[in-house]
């Protein structure tokens, strides 16, 4: 495949992967074999966070978190690998006194100021984005796919706000190239593509699945929102993604996205398994004849539930 440093361009491609609580065991088996063996990976990418929640988190939304890693130990693996650790804090429906709760205070606490590299947040909620700048400054921000940004206009009035270093655009977005063309430089520098969703383009609740996470997460009483999409039934497939018209592959990124100046890219799947997960990280960083190597390496650890 075709790499951006041989299309002229020296821009890397930034990827912020699922899972900080979630796929910690994954990640503990991972990240030494992409240090130690970096001839295995692409040289025109990297991994510049990795994101989740741990699970029963009160500011938690997007997807029900599952994570029950200790938090300490996460923190200690994303600093002595210098990565950054992004709190998936997108709950939409807190009020005043969910700001108090001492679960989510104490993981600002620990994450702030973990290790070289900035620790972000990813919020959907302008009452909890007000508090994080107070009480936790360090902190960078990222805007939430989950408030579901489809017309391009409220796009870049999100994009034009200095309190967000990234904003992640809803998937239906990706593809409208022409666009993307005449966004402004500054801006594309705060783009941050989801890049594998695998939810119907047309589906018309997507902020209404949204909200019923963020009511699960507070422990209100509500029944599960049912998908009503013709391949709900089958669960997520990465081939099914793959196949959507939103979905940016390595070809869509190195022959567009990057040689127009977007660098940031989110991969989805907290709600997922492990083994998923590795398929992410072998089609996105991982050169094809190096994938077998990575994935028996994986494979073979006795510590790791993959499914």
Same mark, same amino acid.
């Given at each position: 495949? /075709?790499? *951006? ?8 491609a930034c990827f912020h992967l699922p899972g900080l609580f979630e796929f910690y065991e994954l990640y503990k088996i991972f990240l030494p074999l992409y240090r130690e063996?970096? /001839? ?56 005043? /006194?969910?700001? *108090?709760?001492?679960? !989510? ?5 620990? %994450?702030?100021?973990?290790? @070289? ?75 941050? %593509?989801?890049?594998?969703? =695998? !939810?119907?383009?047309? =589906?018309?609740?997507?902020?209404? !699945? ?11 009483? !509500? ?7 013709? @391949? ?8 099914? *993604?793959?196949?959507?018209?939103? %979905?940016?592959?390595? @070809?869509?990124i190195q022959s567009f996205y990057v040689p127009e100046g977007y660098t940031q890219y989110k991969i989805e799947g907290r709600s997922l398994g492990s083994a998923l ?13 190096? @994938? ?16």
């Amino acid at each position: 495949m /075709e790499r *951006a440093s041989e299309m002229g361009t020296k821009t890397r491609a930034c990827f912020h992967l699922p899972g900080l609580f979630e796929f910690y065991e994954l990640y503990k088996i991972f990240l030494p074999l992409y240090r130690e063996h970096p /001839e295995y990976f692409y040289d025109w990418c990297e991994i510049a966070s990795i994101y989740g929640a741990p699970a029963d988190c009160l500011w938690g939304g997007g997807r029900v978190g599952f994570g029950d890693a200790d938090p300490k130990e996460v923190a200690d693996l994303m600093a002595d690998y210098g990565i950054s650790a992004r709190l998936t804090f997108s709950n939409s429906l807190l009020r005043e /006194e969910h700001l *108090a709760d001492p679960a !989510c205070n104490a993981l600002c606490r620990l %994450f702030e100021h973990n290790g @070289q590299v900035p620790s972000g947040v990813i919020l959907t909620s302008e009452l909890l984005l007000s508090y994080l700048r107070k009480h936790y400054p360090d902190f960078y921000l990222v805007s939430s796919t989950t408030k579901v940004l489809t017309d391009f206009e409220d796009l870049e009035k999100e994009l034009s706000r200095e309190e967000f270093r990234y904003v992640v655009p809803d998937f239906r977005l990706n593809n409208a190239f022409e666009k993307w063309k005449k966004l402004p430089k500054a801006y594309r520098e705060k783009v941050e %593509f989801l890049c594998n969703e =695998c !939810c119907d383009l047309a =589906c018309p609740e997507r902020k209404i !699945c949204y909200e019923n996470v963020s009511r699960k997460s507070l422990g209100e009483a !509500c029944e599960d929102h049912i998908c009503t999409s013709p @391949q709900a039934s089958g669960g997520y497939r990465f081939s099914d *993604a793959m196949e959507s018209p939103a %979905f940016i592959g390595l @070809q869509e990124i190195q022959s567009f996205y990057v040689p127009e100046g977007y660098t940031q890219y989110k991969i989805e799947g907290r709600s997922l398994g492990s083994a998923l997960i590795l398929e992410f990280l072998l089609y996105y960083l991982t050169k094809p004849e190096y @994938q077998l190597k990575v994935r028996e390496a994986v494979y073979l650890d006795s510590m790791l539930d993959l499914f």
